[in-house]
């Protein structure tokens, strides 16, 4: 019954503007008398539900209940205010019982005609201001209404455009994004398969096309391949394996040196090798055999074996996360590939670069880092002088004195959320090492590559007393110089304690990149401490990176 009524006042509304539109256009007679327009307000009084008012005089005032149905028997007004009186009455006649009910439901319906006379009101202001621009013309007041409308459909019509051109354009975005990656999924296919067709296995011939002096004992090596072919990419950080033929050695010298230049160059291979000089307290001890080698007596035009590129030490071309490349020394040579390839491929990728080095007489590959910094502004680069020298200048040659350090990254670095690629001497890379744990930078975010014989060591969980008991009940057998040894849980690897037990077995890198430490296994097995770089044959084992499992029986 509730919204019968309200059904009903809004159509008294609608008949209202109706009559009022038709009178003012078609009655002049209300602007000759001087009276309003029509007008209709609903209201409420404590005393009485609902009141109608409406002018001019032709109808009077009144409550829904006291005003006689027949003044508007004659139009519609007085039809739908006949039907809502009828329905008033009927309401009041519920019983006593309903009357909890019936007030709310009358409450909300006089709400309902609270917002119906708002927008009249507003409706009436609209079609006043109508009729006030169009200054009573019929012609022009539709004329107006046409243009409204007009323009409302050619603002839809253009919003619809404009939502359609920008799914299409979205759509296009997304195909071309789709192209594009099948087109970069093919290429690198392709690239796969040059690789595959380019690499080699054991050695190949190069010739040094090139020698250059970089600093003090410090030359670089460019090699191209002797027989002329395209060389195959590799991935920044790699290194190159050298088997060296040395005068007065009755076999052949293994030894690894990483490449420092954009891995991208098919005609040649660089190399950065530093000559290994006796210690200063220690005279008597021989200079590095195989650095002395190549900046002593190797010289442009010679002809040297290598295998192809390799190790698990570099740089992850496929992200985009910001970068720290630490060095110290010669260990300049992988970052340095890393650097460069990051330029190559035209990412904005943030890489952080510190080197360390006594002074300017020890500065590899200067002018190359330099431009690299100067021309790329995603290349932020931090030189570290220990010792500077006289000419040396501090904002020109480095940045900063002293040693590189965590407490210089906590300085300059933003956070610690970045990835670490570090290289350089023992020493060096345990102290970097140490301080980024002790600055809370997760282990699997720190890589790195320690030259030489020395490696970096992680902190490993302590042995249980049964792994302990079982390690110290196994035998090891150097078959060829007749021993047997209890082995010692104490010692890193097996070369570290053949060494201990007088066994001589070649080594090179002590990382498992060379292969020089391979011994063949009689009987036995081994656990590998990480996966090592070098290939092996089966049944044969890398001495510098495993320890025996079982009892062991080696070739040496």
Not at 83 to 95: G, H, I, P, V
Not at 389 to 396: E, H, I, M, N, S
Request: with cysteine; proline share 5%; hydrophobic share 35%.
């Amino acid at each position: 019954m509730q919204w019968r009524m309200a059904n009903g006042a809004a159509r008294i509304c609608r008949r209202i503007l109706d009559l009022q539109y038709i009178s003012d256009l078609f009655c002049p007679r209300h602007s000759e008398r001087g009276e309003r327009p029509l007008r209709m307000e609903i209201t409420q009084r404590p005393d009485e539900k609902l009141i109608l008012v409406l002018s001019p005089a032709t109808v009077t005032t009144g409550t829904g209940t006291g005003i006689r149905a027949k003044k508007f028997a004659r139009d519609e007004i007085g039809r739908n205010l006949l039907r809502m009186r009828n329905a008033d009455r009927q309401q009041r006649a519920y019983s006593s019982s309903e009357h909890k009910s019936e007030k709310s439901v009358t409450k909300q319906f006089t709400h309902r005609f609270k917002f119906v006379n708002g927008v009249v009101a507003q409706m009436q202001s609209l079609i006043e201001t109508l009729r006030a621009t169009a200054g009573g013309s019929l012609s022009l007041v539709c004329g107006l209404a046409l243009a409204v409308m007009l323009f409302v459909w050619a603002a839809f019509e253009a919003f619809r455009a404009a939502r359609r051109l920008y799914f299409d354009s979205h759509q296009q975005r997304m195909s071309l994004e789709k192209l594009r990656l099948q087109l970069q999924e093919t290429k690198l296919r392709r690239l796969d398969a040059e690789q595959t067709q380019l690499t080699w296995n054991g050695c190949r011939k190069f010739t040094v096309a090139k020698k250059v002096s970089e600093c003090d004992d410090v030359c670089a090596f460019y090699l191209k391949p002797h027989d002329g072919r395209s060389l195959p990419a590799f991935k920044p950080g790699q290194y190159l394996t050298f088997q060296l033929d040395l005068p007065g050695r009755d076999k052949p010298l293994i030894r690894c040196y990483s490449l420092s230049d954009c891995p991208h160059q098919k005609e040649y291979y660089r190399v950065t090798i530093k000559k290994e000089k006796a210690p200063p307290d220690k005279p008597d001890v021989p200079h590095g055999a195989s650095s002395s080698y190549f900046c002593d007596v190797v010289k442009e035009g010679d002809i040297l074996n290598v295998k192809a590129p390799s190790g698990h030490f570099f740089l992850d071309m496929a992200k985009t996360n910001p970068v720290v490349l630490i060095a110290g020394g010669v260990g300049i040579t992988p970052m340095l590939s890393m650097a460069n390839a990051i330029v190559a491929s035209g990412s904005k990728r943030e890489a952080w670069f510190f080197l360390g080095v006594r002074n300017r007489r020890e500065h590899i590959h200067k002018a190359e880092l330099e431009k690299l910094a100067a021309e790329n502004e995603n290349i932020r680069l931090h030189i570290c002088y220990s010792k500077p020298g006289d000419g040396d200048v501090k904002g020109r040659d480095y940045q900063h004195e002293g040693r590189v350090s965590a407490d210089l990254f906590k300085e300059l670095l933003p956070s610690n959320n970045f990835e670490y690629y570090l290289c350089g001497p023992g020493a060096f890379m345990k102290s970097i090492t140490d301080g980024l744990t002790a600055w809370g930078v997760p282990d699997e975010v720190v890589h790195f590559e320690a030259f030489g014989p020395a490696t970096v060591k992680k902190t490993a969980a302590a042995p249980t007393r049964e792994e302990t008991t079982h390690l110290a009940k196994i035998n090891v057998t150097f078959s060829r110089s007749n021993k047997t040894v209890r082995w010692e849980p104490s010692k890193e690897n097996l070369l570290e304690f053949a060494r201990a037990q007088g066994v001589k077995i070649d080594s090179g890198c002590c990382a498992g990149g060379c292969g020089s430490c391979v011994v063949a296994i009689k009987s036995g097995n081994v656990d590998y401490l990480k996966k090592p770089d070098a290939e092996t044959e089966p049944g044969t084992c890398l001495t510098c990176v495993c320890r025996p499992k079982a009892d062991l029986v080696l070739d040496a």
